[in-house]
């Protein structure tokens, strides 16, 4: 992002594609309670290389807490499905990607939709904290709670609107579709590729274990993030997700025939992907 005196507010990002690669479409989700900022240095940087992006800001985001309670994860999810769908008219293939909750909805599309792949951040299946299973009761007892922070996070800081307090309704709107989308994932049958922060405060090594136990695709990787904390995409580890996964965009463009030339300038030491099936996918980890 380039710097500026004025914080950027939150919005949409969307950018036609240029040269070799301007037919290979990427559409981005960001994350609950977030915005395009938390994964617009990702976004640029694939635009930058020619690739087509989007990136919509979901409903009731962007905001503050009180617009995020008037809204359903069906808007969520169906802001980012029409914004896909935009994409992939526009563009010979196009991938699937997203950050946190963005990745549980992308991974939803993938099951519903024909992506030519999915790369996610970080993605939200499962809750640290067991008092969600109880949210449905929860939500009419308190109406909000304070917003989940990581102590010493080293991600650049975003301005996402005013979010001091989180709504229960939102809450159990979040864990209604992780819900829905472990459901669907055994439909999942695109590459996926997914990086993961050794330490993550947010999202608990629990939706990585079941993306693998339900995950249909038969080819699965799994990129360590050593350096970084959830919000991963603003992290000291932005770079190796920048570079591994349009390196995974590009390499899937080819293999589904189109062609696409522009390489990208950082070398990722992830090893060969191995396929795996559906019922335990297996991942290559980078040490």
Request: hydrophobic content about 40%; aromatic content about 6%.
């Amino acid at each position: 992002m380039s710097e500026s005196s004025t914080p950027m507010a939150p919005a949409a990002f969307s950018y036609p594609g240029h040269g070799t690669n301007a037919g290979i479409g990427v559409a981005i989700c960001h994350g609950f309670t977030g915005s395009p900022l938390s994964v617009l240095p990702w976004a640029e940087h694939l635009a930058s290389l020619g690739h087509a992006v989007s990136v919509p800001l979901l409903p009731g985001h962007g905001t503050d807490w009180r617009d995020l309670a008037r809204h359903s994860w069906q808007d969520w999810y169906g802001a980012f499905e029409a914004a896909y769908l935009d994409l992939a008219a526009r563009t010979r293939t196009c991938f699937v990607a997203g950050l946190s909750m963005g990745g549980a909805i992308a991974l939803r599309t993938a099951a519903r939709q024909r992506v030519a792949g999915v790369a996610v951040v970080n993605p939200g299946l499962s809750f640290y904290d067991r008092r969600v299973r109880y949210i449905g009761v929860l939500k009419h007892l308190q109406r909000t709670t304070v917003p989940l922070r990581e102590a010493e996070s080293t991600a650049a800081p975003t301005q996402d609107g005013d979010y001091s307090l989180t709504p229960l309704h939102a809450v159990h709107q979040l864990r209604k579709l992780f819900t829905a989308t472990l459901r669907e994932l055994p439909a999942v049958e695109a590459p996926t590729l997914v990086f993961k922060s050794d330490t993550d405060a947010v999202v608990p090594p629990s939706s990585l274990d079941l993306l693998r136990k339900r995950l249909g695709s038969r080819e699965l990787s799994v990129v360590r993030l050593p350096e970084s904390g959830h919000v991963a995409t603003l992290d000291v580890d932005a770079p190796l997700i920048f570079a591994e996964s349009d390196r995974f965009f590009r390499e899937h463009t080819a293999a589904s025939g189109v062609q696409s030339h522009v390489q990208s300038p950082v070398q990722s030491p992830v090893e060969p992907r191995v396929p795996a099936g559906p019922a335990q996918a297996a991942s290559t980890e980078r040490p």
